[in-house]
């Protein structure tokens, strides 16, 4: 429409002063441009009028349809370009990404591997029945609710469940549908049809909070609100006092509120690209008018306070038994374990710089633990209660009380030498961005919400510095809780895993940390590419900083816009010099609003 409107005016132009064609000639490609472009930009209008949304550019559909009537033809050519370009900037800005319900059904699997006797055939998913066999192979999502009949592994259910661990999966262990699997394959006997199962009711959880999104109204309809009736005023006024319609088009034409329709669009496209610059893609532009004026921020533990995975927080030893000595002893065991915890095991040995000593002999049976033979001792790494279930260990009473996260104890020649901790450590970043989002981006609450345990949620709450704590939250309940919230404020939710995506939604503002989830990062408005907290301070200075050139443009073009219609109430405009002092005013708005694409000298206070 952009292009049919400059074509048509240029074409005017030639040929009204290069050749000596009739009038009807000369005005044709102005027609071409009032009709193709002009009449569907007022009927979408008058549409908008009949819902009552008076919007910032109810304005250029009066002058176009005044330009009709008054056959000033050229004038209202000039308003339709203004309005299609306005409406090509905000289309650019707006355009985001696919359905968050096509980024589940994408990331589930449509077959499942169904096994009877001892023959394996694929199946597809509405086929698979309560009771039937199915084999889920290593790095496979697992299709349906159901339990373990052979094997043992580790599953990954973090992003349904929040729970920061890979966890051991033996006989008879539930598993639940889009968990992923481990390096062995399971059998499992389906609990529940694929339909009725945990991630189809998250599809169902998403399509609820779809239709409970909030209505944003935008910068540019707030302002235009209180702009339009009064530039309706002045021209009315001009027409009344002096009798001349022409001058009610003329205070029309320089009235078009553009700063509103193209310097605001310009300012968000800038900012969209800085922050892409800074590893922050933004889906959804409305976040970046809207993220100012959030006054609760809520967010998820696991992976986005925390790193998401174990890490050795506390190693307790028997009085008779040496700190580093055991440490060194169970790296070198889990060296070769595949166990969830092995890591962060090896990471504290690493941390300590300690040598590792080779293993003589080793073995790992699944439920009873990890055994092996170094530097002559035989030393075991198991669960609290398959030791104390065994009767040749001693100085079991020496075992700490039960506490929060993930232990282990080790024994070494049948005595009880140390406690291992694990928690799910928090981001080096995240005390320091929650403790300053009260004082200086005036969020009045905060608030994690998580589906772990209430045991690792507060653990973490009082390392990061939140005092209000919602543990073990379905995704059912995270979303009425940031439904109810958003009822009372505008609210930031801060998250990564698929659990997140329907309270991510809900919220007036959802940011994702990180790219683990394409559902999370769908249902976002804002991603943050490398998990980082700092980069969600950022992008709160990039939307404070959009929000304050983007009004420089705007008030500041209404304020230019107001002195024309002065003249031309007074008589001193024809339509056409007014609609190219707009055109001016438009190049200044434009001019200021290109500022938020260039980073600021400061842009986070971490």
Same mark, same amino acid.
């Given at each position: 429409?952009?292009a049919?409107?400059?074509?048509?005016?240029?074409?005017?132009?030639?040929?009204?002063?290069a050749?000596?064609?009739p009038?009807s000639?000369?005005?044709?490609?102005?027609?071409?441009?009032?009709?193709i472009?002009?009449?569907?930009?007022?009927?979408?209008l008058?549409?908008?009028?009949l819902?009552?949304?008076? /919007?910032?550019?109810?304005?250029?559909?009066?002058?176009?349809?005044?330009? *009709?009537?008054?056959?000033?033809y050229?004038?209202?050519?000039?308003?339709?370009?203004?309005?299609?370009?306005?409406?090509?900037?905000?289309?650019?800005?707006?355009?985001?990404?696919?359905?968050?319900?096509?980024? #589940?059904?994408?990331?589930?699997?449509?077959?499942?591997h169904?096994?009877v006797?001892?023959?394996?055939?694929?199946?597809?998913?509405?086929?698979?029945?309560i009771?039937?066999?199915?084999?889920?192979?290593?790095?496979e999502?697992?299709?349906?609710d159901?339990?373990?009949?052979?094997?043992?592994?580790?599953m990954?259910?973090?992003?349904l469940?929040?729970?920061?661990?890979?966890?051991?999966?033996?006989?008879?262990?539930?598993?639940?549908?889009?968990?992923?699997?481990g390096?062995?394959?399971l059998?499992?006997k389906?609990?529940?049809?694929?339909?009725?199962?945990?991630?189809?009711k998250?599809?169902?959880?998403?399509?609820?909070?779809?239709?409970?999104?909030?209505?944003?109204?935008?910068?540019?309809?707030?302002?235009?609100?209180?702009?339009?009736?009064?530039?309706?005023? *002045?021209?009315?006024?001009?027409?009344?006092?002096?009798?001349?319609?022409?001058?009610f088009?003329?205070?029309?034409?320089?009235?078009?509120?553009?700063?509103?329709?193209?310097?605001?669009?310009?300012?968000?496209?800038?900012?969209?690209?800085?922050?892409?610059r800074?590893?922050?893609?933004?889906k959804?532009?409305?976040?970046?008018?809207?993220?100012s004026?959030?006054?609760?921020?809520?967010?998820?533990?696991?992976?986005?306070l925390?790193?998401?995975?174990?890490t050795?927080?506390?190693l307790?030893?028997?009085?008779?038994?040496?700190?580093d000595?055991?440490?060194?002893?169970?790296?070198?065991?889990?060296?070769?374990?595949?166990?969830?915890?092995?890591?962060?095991?090896?990471?504290?040995?690493?941390?300590?710089?300690?040598?590792?000593?080779?293993?003589?002999?080793?073995?790992?049976?699944?439920?009873? /633990?990890?055994?092996?033979?170094?530097?002559?001792?035989?030393?075991?790494?198991?669960?609290?209660?398959?030791?104390?279930q065994?009767?040749q260990?001693?100085?079991?009473? $020496? *075992?700490?009380?039960?506490?929060?996260?993930?232990?282990?104890?080790?024994?070494?020649d049948?005595?009880?030498?140390?406690?291992?901790?694990?928690?799910?450590?928090?981001r080096?970043?995240?005390?320091?961005?929650i403790?300053?989002?009260?004082?200086?981006?005036?969020?009045?609450?905060l608030?994690?919400?998580s589906?772990?345990?209430?045991?690792?949620?507060?653990?973490?709450?009082?390392?990061?510095?939140?005092?209000?704590?919602?543990?073990?939250?379905s995704?059912?309940?995270?979303?009425?809780i940031?439904t109810?919230?958003?009822?009372?404020?505008?609210?930031?939710?801060?998250?990564?895993?698929?659990?997140?995506?329907?309270?991510?939604?809900?919220?007036?503002?959802?940011?994702?940390?990180?790219? $683990?989830?394409?559902?999370?990062t769908?249902?976002?408005?804002?991603?943050?590419?490398? $998990?980082?907290?700092?980069?969600?301070?950022?992008?709160?200075?990039i939307?404070?900083?959009?929000?304050?050139?983007?009004?420089?443009?705007?008030?500041?073009?209404?304020? #230019?816009?107001?002195?024309g219609?002065?003249?031309?109430?007074?008589?001193?405009?024809?339509?056409?010099?007014?609609a190219?002092?707009?055109?001016?005013?438009d190049?200044?708005?434009?001019?200021?609003?290109?500022?938020?694409?260039?980073?600021?000298?400061?842009?986070?206070?971490?």
């Amino acid at each position: 429409m952009v292009a049919l409107a400059i074509a048509g005016i240029a074409l005017h132009l030639i040929f009204k002063f290069a050749t000596t064609l009739p009038e009807s000639s000369v005005l044709a490609p102005l027609y071409a441009v009032i009709v193709i472009g002009g009449i569907p930009l007022i009927l979408e209008l008058l549409v908008k009028a009949l819902k009552g949304e008076f /919007g910032s550019d109810l304005l250029g559909g009066i002058s176009i349809i005044t330009s *009709i009537f008054l056959g000033e033809y050229l004038a209202g050519s000039i308003i339709v370009l203004m309005l299609s370009g306005g409406e090509a900037l905000e289309s650019y800005a707006l355009r985001s990404a696919s359905s968050v319900l096509e980024a #589940l059904a994408k990331r589930m699997p449509s077959k499942a591997h169904r096994k009877v006797g001892n023959k394996i055939h694929e199946a597809n998913l509405e086929d698979i029945q309560i009771g039937d066999l199915l084999v889920i192979y290593p790095h496979e999502i697992c299709p349906a609710d159901g339990t373990v009949t052979e094997g043992h592994g580790v599953m990954d259910e973090s992003y349904l469940t929040g729970e920061p661990f890979l966890i051991t999966k033996t006989i008879g262990s539930d598993v639940i549908s889009g968990a992923v699997n481990g390096e062995s394959a399971l059998t499992i006997k389906a609990t529940k049809i694929p339909a009725d199962s945990r991630y189809a009711k998250i599809m169902e959880v998403i399509r609820a909070s779809e239709e409970k999104r909030p209505h944003i109204r935008r910068l540019g309809d707030k302002l235009g609100a209180l702009y339009t009736p009064v530039a309706l005023t *002045i021209a009315l006024l001009a027409w009344f006092i002096s009798g001349e319609s022409l001058r009610f088009l003329s205070v029309l034409v320089i009235a078009t509120p553009c700063p509103l329709l193209i310097g605001i669009p310009i300012a968000v496209i800038g900012s969209i690209s800085l922050c892409a610059r800074r590893s922050i893609i933004v889906k959804k532009t409305t976040a970046l008018e809207q993220i100012s004026s959030c006054q609760t921020a809520i967010f998820d533990k696991t992976g986005t306070l925390t790193y998401g995975e174990p890490t050795l927080t506390e190693l307790l030893p028997s009085p008779s038994f040496d700190h580093d000595r055991i440490l060194a002893l169970v790296a070198g065991l889990e060296t070769y374990s595949k166990h969830p915890l092995a890591h962060a095991v090896l990471q504290a040995a690493n941390e300590h710089s300690l040598a590792i000593p080779e293993v003589k002999e080793l073995s790992e049976q699944p439920g009873k /633990g990890l055994r092996g033979t170094i530097d002559g001792h035989q030393i075991l790494i198991s669960s609290r209660n398959k030791i104390a279930q065994q009767a040749q260990f001693s100085g079991l009473e $020496n *075992i700490p009380p039960i506490s929060s996260g993930l232990e282990c104890i080790v024994a070494i020649d049948n005595q009880y030498a140390a406690t291992l901790r694990f928690h799910d450590a928090p981001r080096a970043d995240s005390e320091p961005f929650i403790s300053h989002l009260g004082s200086k981006h005036q969020f009045k609450r905060l608030m994690i919400v998580s589906g772990d345990r209430n045991s690792e949620v507060s653990y973490l709450a009082k390392q990061v510095g939140i005092t209000e704590v919602h543990a073990q939250q379905s995704p059912e309940e995270k979303l009425d809780i940031v439904t109810r919230l958003t009822s009372e404020a505008k609210t930031l939710y801060v998250g990564d895993g698929i659990n997140d995506a329907p309270a991510m939604m809900a919220a007036t503002v959802g940011i994702a940390i990180g790219q $683990n989830s394409e559902v999370t990062t769908e249902a976002a408005s804002v991603v943050i590419m490398d $998990n980082s907290l700092t980069r969600v301070d950022e992008f709160m200075h990039i939307s404070r900083r959009m929000r304050t050139i983007a009004l420089q443009s705007a008030v500041g073009g209404m304020a #230019l816009s107001l002195i024309g219609m002065a003249f031309a109430a007074a008589g001193c405009l024809s339509p056409v010099q007014g609609a190219i002092i707009q055109e001016v005013i438009d190049v200044l708005a434009i001019l200021n609003a290109l500022r938020a694409a260039v980073p600021p000298k400061v842009i986070h206070d971490l």
